[in-house]
């Protein structure tokens, strides 16, 4: 299918949100992630690679190297025409360039996105469990407000569920001492965590919309699971852009799923 879910730009008011299925997927990580000696290098500028990406009428697509923190790169038009000698290493990539598509990838962690349509400024964002424990969808908020977001929606999509990410026992109890959201239990009775349900807590503690798209990329084969496949997963995408003109670009329903469940809504202030 390539496209898990995709909100359109005319539907939003501008804003263009594409969850990758493993079909649409990146072969690999990026350098400093798990495959690092044959990493995805994140291009800075370059034209739509994977095959129907080319389809979301963007001019230019943004990667950065993930690493698990809480960094976040403001992409302008500086950093294209100049782009470093390196690629920027960061965990969430925010922007209010139109026609640029800002791209994170997953096999486990979750991928976000965040936008305030009319605003014009537009985010996506590798939250894992270490990337979550030091704040990276707070960091990735508060980027977008100094770029003059004043109403945040976001959008997390699929990673591994509660009931099967399983940690040890001392890991679980540490962590969510500071993050109490994240208890759970896996479906055969271990200790674990819900990294979705912290997620969706933090984001609407900073005062953002929240909708939760379903899915369990360990327990869903159309999806690349790094507990489940090791290193051999690939990676699924997010893109997240700002449309030339809120009309333009893909043309889809609100809510495109290929797969089945409800879209949930967890409601925060008006940020």
């Known amino acids: 299918m390539t496209f898990r879910t995709l909100i359109a730009p005319g539907v939003t008011g501008g804003v263009g949100i594409a969850f990758t299925d493993r079909e649409g997927a990146l072969p690999t990580a990026s350098p400093h992630d798990l495959a690092r000696e044959s990493g995805w290098v994140p291009p800075l500028g370059a034209a739509p690679g994977p095959p129907r990406w080319g389809e979301l009428g963007l001019r230019e697509i943004v990667g950065v190297d993930q ?35 800002l791209v994170v990838r997953t096999a486990d962690c979750l991928p976000v996105a965040l936008a305030d349509p009319g605003a014009g400024v537009v985010a996506v964002a590798h939250a894992g469990r270490r990337g979550l424990d030091v704040g990276v969808l707070t960091r990735t908020v508060e980027a977008m407000r100094t770029l003059g977001a004043t109403r945040v929606s976001a959008w997390i999509g699929p990673g591994i569920c509660g009931r099967c990410y399983e940690v040890d026992a001392t890991l679980a109890a540490d962590f969510t001492a500071r993050h109490p959201h994240a208890a759970s239990t896996t479906s055969w009775g271990t200790p674990a965590l819900d990294l979705t349900r912290l997620a969706a807590e933090e984001l609407a503690a900073c005062g953002a ?32 852009w700002l449309a030339e003109a809120p009309e333009s670009g893909v043309e889809a329903p609100s809510v495109q799923r290929v797969s089945g469940g409800d879209v949930t809504g967890v409601q925060g202030g008006s940020g």
Do not use: F, M, N
Not at 80 to 97: C, G, I, K, M, Q
Not at 212 to 235: H, K, N, Q
């Open 209 to 240: 919309r929240v909708e939760v798209l379903p899915g369990c990329t360990r327990e869903d084969d159309d999806l690349y699971s790094y507990r489940r496949d090791g290193a051999a997963a690939g990676r699924q995408a997010v893109i997240g």
């Open 67 to 101: 690493v698990h923190g809480d960094g976040v790169l403001v992409v302008d038009r500086g950093l294209l025409e100049r782009p470093p000698a390196e690629v920027p290493r960061a965990d969430a990539v925010v922007t209010t360039l139109r026609g640029v598509g």
